[in-house]
């Protein structure tokens, strides 16, 4: 079995999300992370953050790419000349069902993704 990107079930009339759950998971498992996600509730640039969380500025980058890659911040403007970003999400759930799973809340909407299994070979 292997964990492949897939696109979040999402409500009718609402885009698909690329979504990598484990990659998700595993970057909301470190605190640093976590807390730069959370800190990313109103628009803010890199500077800011690292900033108001004592994050050095190789750091904050690193992890604000990330962050962008797998989707769960997203660019608002570039006021002033620096980019400012924002959660995409309100709300990122580990369902411990079968298949394990996540849902994700943005405006109110719940996107479901889980990892895609690979066929069995013959």
Do not use: W
Request: hydrophobic share 30%; with cysteine.
């Amino acid at each position: 079995m292997s964990t492949q990107p897939t696109r979040c079930q999402s409500a009718p009339g609402h885009p698909a999300r690329p979504c990598e759950p484990a990659r998700i998971v595993d970057l909301l498992s470190d605190p640093k992370t976590r807390r730069m996600f959370h800190a990313f509730e109103r628009p803010q640039t890199a500077k800011e953050i690292g900033e108001s969380l004592g994050i050095p500025s190789s750091t904050v980058y690193r992890k604000i790419n990330t962050l962008e890659e797998v989707g769960l911040i997203v660019p608002t403007d570039r006021g002033g000349g620096a980019t400012r970003y924002v959660r995409s999400l309100d709300c990122v759930a580990v369902v411990y069902d079968d298949p394990i799973r996540l849902e994700c809340t943005a405006n109110g909407v719940t996107h479901t993704c889980e990892p895609e299994l690979e066929a069995p070979t013959v």
